[in-house]
């Protein structure tokens, strides 16, 4: 897999080692959406950057530092102790990180006199107690550090493509070699050691390129093996890898590795062994098994945690680098499953269950540094196969080796047992019932924060046991208890009476200890529930019972966002909505109101502007209206329903998309009306209603001409009826020619009859 490069690592005097990338990550998922197994509990935090994530390069870095500023803190720190911590930790910040040589060069004149003050933008420089010698050896070599940033920092950010590093100017070599003679100070002297080899490494032409390793070799031996020695053998690194001596590239990586945590995402980045050829050779320039080690180590988190696996077990099964490698083999597995609901494809599981094994036998063997870790491992992949007699037995050999007081690896095994107690359960009865209690109510503190557990990746297992009590319940028939642990049971909202039974038992005083915990999975409310029982009773007219249900509820804030009383020639929700400045209406409101016209109309009370009002609003609140917010409430909205109320899924519900109330008002309206213009309008809405049915109707077919348009010969002859009407009967008034203006669809019906 190709990394992403993004500021090409120069390495910078201060702050960076190799020439890789930018560390880079996308941070914005999070690794439990399908893992359960939490690496930081067993693995070195050292090594935590190169854990498996399937979301990120480096675990948890984020857009990290770049390379320009990796090694900032350390570079003071060292600074400030060579100072013996006299020199003020801001000046030396400033100098180090943020000056520029213009900057710096200013700052040495003040100090040699031959400037008197500096510019008023530069912060104060504090120097302590620090000897004239050392400041003047300082600023000597600030200077010239400052001049190389030149070559070394690039500031390119986030590109694919290698970004070629600008060359090393041919005139500083021999004032860097004048520098490095004449410096007595070991220190600097060793800074300055650094700064050349990293000068020709940077080098334009071959022969001086050459000398990066020549000179590290000199002198290498005059150094302490620290910080700056390994940043320095990391351009021998990269030197050898651009000769395509790859085995000594990476044996030299390896070595940086090793060093520090601060060298080890540049290392690890810079490590690339090409084939089993070169690999080989590699493994014999290891002069120590620790050394051997860590280059599987290195291996086996980029390539092949298995093998690499076996081959340090083989060395020292205490390692700590092998931690990390069965942690990685762990997530991917999981990774590989996408869902532990889901088994993996046939070469992944090919793959797995040789790990599995591999991980078997080591954990039998009881000689690792952590064995508790191999046996919930073991126990874990096992799981994974659904071998749950197996798990079971690993995870009890585990408990007994657990090191005492670690609360984390026992809620990691609290975790690892509900999963497998769950998964065992033959049928949900009233012993397994009480046994829950307490884990579900564990699990509902951990997902609402009530209890905190620093990393324990739990939200994947939440989903995993509720699924699985869901499915029993559906197995017993159990419709309220399926639904409760799992909100996507079909058909169960449309279902009145259930939604009744659900109600009862959210309203029900005195709840059992099970049901209680069994409710904080169910993520509807009885606001939710008596809203959806409303809008139910509303599509069938049944509105003084729909009233009643939503005066059940407690107040809320919600208004329609459009008039559903208004209607418009050219559906435009977005207008309507804008309009929405008199006049809100609520739920409950609208309701009133539409009870109120349709009482009014029954005592043949101003007809034809009540229905034609009603009609406005039974098409509103359909799919095609400007008040599908009506229908839009928790439930409705909810994975439980979407197959019945969301466009892409095969239909809709009928109610929230049929026209036959809209119709029927309509044509209440139009028999009512007192003029043409008020009968034009009535009979252009009812073909609005009818084009609407075309799209409802099961053989209904796109296409990019309305004529072309195939559905049902019924339903398509009702919507060319009404426009039929409209030309013979109403051609003469205002609306009609506002129709032709309007309607695209009208306009291509009336220019071909």
Known sequence: MQKRLG??????????????????ACADSDDSDYSVFAPEYFVNKQYSPFFYSSYEIYYRQGYAESSNTWYNDIIVNEWDAHFNHQFSTAS???????????????????????LKTLPAKYPAISTGTVSHKMLAAFYTYLKLAKSCESYTVNNEDYVWEKVTP???????????????????????????????????YFANNSAANAKTVKLFEQFSTHFPKNLTYYRTMGYVAGYYYQQKNYALSNYLYSLCYDYTYKLKIPSFWSFHPQNETDWQATLKLAKTPEEKITLWHLLGAQYDEGRAIKEIVAINPKSEKVDLLLSRLINIREAGTVSIETPPVDSARKSGINNRRLVETIALKNNTAKPYYWNLAAGYLNFLDSNYTAAGRYYATAKNQFPAGDKMIVAQAKLLDMMLYIKNLKKMDANAEAKLIEPLNWLANLRDNKLKIKDLRFSNAIS?????????????GNAIREVCFNNNAQDFYADSARVQHMIDLLNKPDKTAFELAMLRYYPITLNNLYYHQAIALAYQQKLPEAIAQLKKMKPEDFVLAGNPFAGRLVDCHDCDHAAMKMKKFTPLNFLETLYNMDANIKIRKDIYRNAFSLANAYYNITYYGNARLFYEADVVASGATSRYYYEGEERMDEKLTSMRTAIRYYELARKSAANDEQRALCTFMLGKCALNEIYNDPNFKNADKFAEIKASKSVIDTYYNYFAELKEKYNKTAYYKEALKECGYFRDYANKK
């Open 7 to 24: 500021r090409f690592l120069l390495i910078f005097s201060f702050c960076t080692l190799t020439a890789a990338g930018l560390i880079w």
């Open 92 to 114: 030396l910040k400033f100098l180090l990180l943020k000056a520029t040589p213009g900057q710096v060069d200013s700052v040495y004149r003040k100090f040699t006199g031959t």
């Open 166 to 200: 600008n060359h090393a100017p041919a005139n500083l070599e021999k004032t860097l070699t004048n520098a490095y003679n004449t410096e007595t100070d070991p220190f600097i002297k060793e800074r300055l050691w650094f700064q050349m080899v990293r000068y020709y």
């Open 464 to 476: 995993v046991c509720n699924l699985s009590i869901s499915r029993l319940y559906k197995k017993q």
